[in-house]
């Protein structure tokens, strides 16, 4: 056996230090095409990569062929790119964070203070729209700084023993940037740190190239500027094809104008209570017969026929047996995502800046629309500050319309994190478990906590033995012994490793 480590991210200034411009560039094609090669090649991995580095253009060419005319894209995703993204708003980054197979770190609103710095969208271009911007956004920042204070003297006393440690008055001052934020517009500045590979990045391109928003085209065109110096052979199709571009334009336009629905088309009752719209029946014994067929060799339908006769008792035994060792880290196996379910709510920006993170479900959001109304924290209710707080969203609202009349889809800037949007979400239960395990534990941001708290309650009905522990982290203990009646078999607890939040 023989392990090498190949390669790994290196910063870019670096590597421009490491070989003078008249030798070979330094690119992540030598990698792709080394490794493309293995398949088709008597010689071992070290060989291609030292011919593939040899002759860089014969490389690139070599690239072309097997990509795009062999149709071999997996090989693309050899060719990994970090990227800073700086001074882009909280609307972009969530364009940003769309996709699946992409990892991102970004700066929170939650641990940060801000200091009110925002994107102007390019669209808004008379003065007098500029300047009502503006001042829209300046009194929404002077409400934040205000809100903070006040709810950070509020939590501090309500809190003593938390705040005598360092550590301690940071997490307490960051539930109250946590609540403050919600009144923040989705201009404010951010940054974010990607790391993709060139396949994903050639996706990326062509749904930035389809934006609404020039602010997101033109991240794109700056990112496909610099990879093309780097690595030109990766990325042969960055501009939407014909079949994109129909479904975000002509399509959309013959789908409402044929839509069969009559009567009034305004916003729908959708609420903050998530609604089950479909799920898989009898997902306990799906579980348990995809077990029994990989283990005894049968049949699955033979399999489900034998667990349809089981007693509940027996089937309840089964999964205690499954989950008689799980601990709060422990993800369950495959079999789970076999049942899935899709629900539907409405969730405000800062509960959605959370939610896009779980990109391994399949989530489909709607626009932000005032009409869907406003999260209002219930510590700015508490403290006296809900009257403030509502004159501010009514400016903002008067604004949004004046600036939709004039700009369209630019005038979202001005919305803030309190407003909301619908989303349509399915998850597998193996999905779930981890959504859950991170959602519903006591140091989660209260808004997602609580959709999350509310999606198990209906989980569980319709999935009562393999959601039998689900529950956040800081709850496994407690939801394991009332199952098991003993304390589960790690010792250390989730919650001597994180604090609990308000």
């Known amino acids: 056996m023989n392990i090498k480590l190949a390669g790994y991210n290196v910063e870019s200034e670096i590597l421009e230090k490491l070989i003078p411009p008249e030798d070979e560039p330094l690119t992540p094609e030598v990698?792709?095409?080394?490794?493309?090669?293995?398949?088709?090649?008597?010689?071992?991995?070290?060989?291609?990569?030292?011919?593939?580095?040899?002759?860089?253009?014969?490389?690139?060419?070599?690239?072309?062929?097997?990509?795009?005319?062999?149709?071999?894209?997996?090989?693309?995703?050899?060719?990994?790119?970090?990227?800073?993204?700086?001074?882009?708003?909280?609307?972009?980054?969530?364009?940003?964070?769309?996709?699946?197979?992409?990892?991102?770190t970004e700066k929170s609103q939650r641990y940060v203070t801000l200091e009110g710095d925002h994107v102007l969208p390019r669209e808004i271009a008379d003065n007098d729209s500029k300047?009502?911007?503006?001042?829209?956004?300046?009194?929404?920042?002077a409400f934040y700084k205000k809100s903070f204070d006040v709810l950070r003297a509020y939590l501090f006393a309500k809190y003593p023993e938390r705040i005598k440690k360092k550590s301690g008055r940071h997490m307490v001052e960051g539930?109250?940037?946590?609540?403050?934020?919600?009144?923040?517009?989705?201009?404010?500045?951010?940054?974010?740190?990607?790391?993709?590979?060139?396949?994903?990045?050639?996706?990326?391109?062509?749904?930035?190239?389809?934006?609404?928003?020039?602010e997101v085209q033109e991240i794109g065109k700056k990112m496909f500027l610099q990879v093309e110096k780097v690595a030109p052979s990766?990325?042969?199709?960055?501009?939407?094809?014909?079949?994109?571009?129909?479904l975000n334009d002509s399509f959309k336009t013959y789908f409402l104008e044929n839509s069969p629905i009559d009567g009034d088309l305004s916003l729908?009752?959708?609420?903050?209570?998530?609604?089950?719209?479909?799920?898989?029946?009898?997902?306990?014994?799906?579980?348990l017969a995809s077990f029994l067929a990989r283990f005894s060799g049968i049949d699955y339908n033979k399999a489900y026929g034998i667990v349809g006769?089981?007693?509940?008792?027996?089937?309840?035994?089964?999964?205690?047996?499954?989950?008689?060792?799980?601990?709060?880290?422990?993800?369950?196996?495959?079999?789970?995502?076999l049942p899935d379910f899709?629900?539907?709510?409405?969730?405000?920006?800062?509960?959605?800046?959370?939610?896009?993170?779980?990109?391994?479900?399949?989530?489909?959001?709607g626009d932000y629309d005032i009409g869907f109304g406003n999260t209002i924290p219930a510590s700015i209710r508490e403290n006296g500050l809900e009257g403030e707080f509502k004159e501010i969203i009514d400016q903002t609202n008067r604004v949004y319309l004046q600036l939709r009349e004039k700009y369209g889809a630019a005038a979202d800037y001005i919305l803030t994190n309190s407003h909301c949007r619908p989303v349509i979400v399915k998850m597998n239960l193996r999905e779930f478990y981890h959504f859950?395990?991170?959602?519903?534990?006591?140091?989660?941001?209260?808004?997602?906590?609580?959709?999350?708290?509310?999606?198990?309650?209906?989980?569980?009905?319709?999935?009562?033995y393999a959601a039998m522990l689900l529950c956040g982290k800081s709850d496994f203990a407690a939801e394991f012994e009332k199952v098991y009646q003993r304390k589960p078999d790690l010792v250390l607890n989730v919650n001597q490793v994180i604090p609990a939040g308000p």
């Open 436 to 464: 859950v395990r991170l959602r519903s534990d006591e140091h989660t941001q209260w808004d997602i906590r609580g959709m999350s708290h509310r999606l198990i309650r209906k989980v569980k009905e319709i999935m009562p």
């Open 309 to 337: 006769q089981m007693k509940p008792g027996e089937k309840e035994n089964w999964f205690k047996e499954l989950f008689k060792h799980m601990e709060f880290f422990d993800a369950p196996p495959r079999e789970f995502e």
């Open 342 to 365: 899709t629900f539907q709510v409405k969730v405000s920006a800062s509960n959605f800046a959370q939610l896009k993170r779980h990109r391994m479900a399949t989530l489909m959001a």
């Open 131 to 141: 300047e009502l911007f503006r001042q829209t956004i300046e009194r929404q920042s």
């Open 31 to 104: 990698l792709s095409a080394a490794y493309a090669r293995i398949s088709r090649s008597e010689k071992d991995i070290p060989t291609l990569r030292k011919q593939a580095r040899k002759d860089v253009s014969k490389t690139r060419k070599s690239n072309k062929t097997i990509i795009f005319k062999m149709g071999h894209h997996s090989v693309a995703e050899h060719a990994v790119f970090n990227f800073d993204i700086v001074g882009v708003s909280r609307l972009a980054l969530e364009e940003i964070e769309k996709f699946r197979l992409v990892s991102y």
């Open 175 to 214: 539930w109250a940037k946590e609540d403050a934020r919600y009144i923040l517009s989705l201009a404010t500045e951010g940054q974010v740190g990607m790391t993709i590979n060139a396949r994903n990045l050639e996706h990326l391109f062509r749904r930035f190239a389809l934006s609404q928003r020039r």
């Open 268 to 287: 729908p009752g959708i609420k903050k209570e998530p609604v089950i719209l479909q799920y898989t029946e009898n997902a306990d014994e799906m579980i």
């Open 234 to 246: 990766l990325i042969l199709f960055p501009e939407p094809s014909k079949f994109e571009a129909s």
